[in-house]
C-alpha cells in the first residue's frame, strides 16, 4: 500500500514543532545556588572601575552574595570560616590543618561541633601545640610544599629582653626542615583522597592552581570540599577570585583581618562534597 503524505500531514509536524520550541523558550530553568552565586558575585565586579574599588568592596560582595549558597557557614575562633553538613553524611569527615599553631581553638571548636571528624594536622617544628593538638588528632613533624626534600625556612625565635623581662626580642633564624610534596603527603601519608576541609595556616602561593580544573588535585583524583588559606596582597586575592569564578567549580567568601585577608572556598563540583553539604540537593541524581 503507497501512503501519500498530503500538506496537512506537513502542516501538522510543523505545527508541533512550533509548539515544542514556544515551550522549551518559555520554560523557567531553575538555577542551581551556584550560579546565582556566580552570577551575583560577576554583576557586583561589573560595577566596579579599579582594583581600588576591589579591596573597598570585594568583603561586602561576597558577604552579600554568599545568601545565594545556602549554606550554614560560621567563623571559628581563629578566623576559619567552615560549612556544616546539613544533612548526616555516610562517611567520617576528614580535616586537615597544614602548619599548626599555638591557636588550635578553631580545630578545638570544630572537633566539639563535629565530634566525629578525623582531625590531621602538620608543623615542621611541633612545639607545645603539639601535646595540645593530640588531644584532638594526629600531628606530622613535616612543611608542605610543592616538592619533597630538605628545605632552609626562615623561623622567628622570641628571647626575653636582658634588660627587661616583661619584653621580648623577635630574631630569625635559618633552619633546615624536612618538606613533602602536598600531593605525596595527602595520598600517601594519609592515604586519602578525599578530603572534608583543609587550613592552611602557611604561605602556598601554588594553592590556587592546584584547585583549578585540570590542576594537581583533579589530576591526582583528590577532592576537598572546603578550603581555608591567607594572603596578603589584595591585588592577589583578585586574580584568584576572577580565576575561581570563572572555572566555575569553588564558591569564594573574603574576609580582611588586619594585614591578611582570609579567602575561604567550597567545592560546588564534585557530587561527594555536595551530598555532605547538602548542596543543591534536589539536583542530584
Given at each position: ?27 523557567t530553568k ?77 580545630e578545638a ?27 584532638i588528632g ?148
Open positions: 500500500m503507497i501512503y501519500v503524505r498530503t500538506p496537512i500531514f506537513y502542516t501538522s509536524l510543523l505545527i508541533v514543532f512550533v509548539i515544542f520550541s514556544i515551550k522549551e523558550l518559555t520554560t531553575k538555577l542551581t545556588n551556584y550560579t546565582k552565586w556566580n552570577n551575583c558575585i560577576q554583576d557586583g565586579i561589573g560595577l566596579w572601575k579599579n582594583s581600588t574599588d576591589f579591596s573597598y568592596h570585594i568583603s561586602n560582595l561576597t558577604e552579600s552574595c554568599k545568601v545565594h549558597l545556602n549554606l550554614n557557614i560560621v567563623e571559628l575562633n581563629n578566623s576559619k570560616f567552615h560549612a556544616f553538613p546539613v544533612l548526616e553524611s555516610s562517611t567520617m569527615p576528614v580535616h586537615l590543618t597544614v602548619g599548626v599553631s599555638e591557636n588550635i581553638e578553631g571548636e570544630l572537633k566539639t561541633k563535629a565530634p566525629e571528624t578525623l582531625i590531621f594536622g602538620t608543623s615542621p617544628r611541633p612545639g607545645i601545640e603539639k601535646e595540645l593538638f593530640r588531644k594526629a600531628q606530622y613533624p613535616v612543611a608542605i610544599g610543592m616538592d619533597s626534600g630538605i628545605v632552609n625556612m626562615t623561623i622567628e625565635l622570641f628571647q626575653n629582653s636582658t634588660e627587661n623581662y616583661n619584653e621580648t626580642s623577635i630574631e630569625n633564624a635559618s633552619e633546615s626542615l624536612i618538606q613533602l610534596d602536598i600531593i605525596y603527603f595527602l595520598k600517601s601519608v594519609l592515604k586519602r583522597n578525599f578530603y572534608s576541609s583543609i587550613w592552611f595556616n602557611t604561605s602556598f602561593n601554588d594553592l590556587p592552581n592546584l584547585l583549578l580544573s585540570n590542576g594537581a588535585f583533579e589530576k591526582n583524583g583528590i577532592t576537598v570540599c572546603q578550603i581555608n588559606f591567607q594572603i596578603d596582597e589584595m591585588e592577589t586575592a583578585k586574580h584568584i577570585l576572577m580565576d575561581t569564578v570563572y572555572d566555575k567549580r569553588y564558591a569564594v567568601l573574603i574576609d580582611q583581618t588586619g594585614d591578611h585577608i582570609n579567602m575561604f572556598f567550597v567545592n560546588f563540583d564534585n557530587i561527594k562534597c555536595k551530598r555532605e553539604l547538602g548542596i543543591d540537593t534536589d539536583q542530584l541524581s
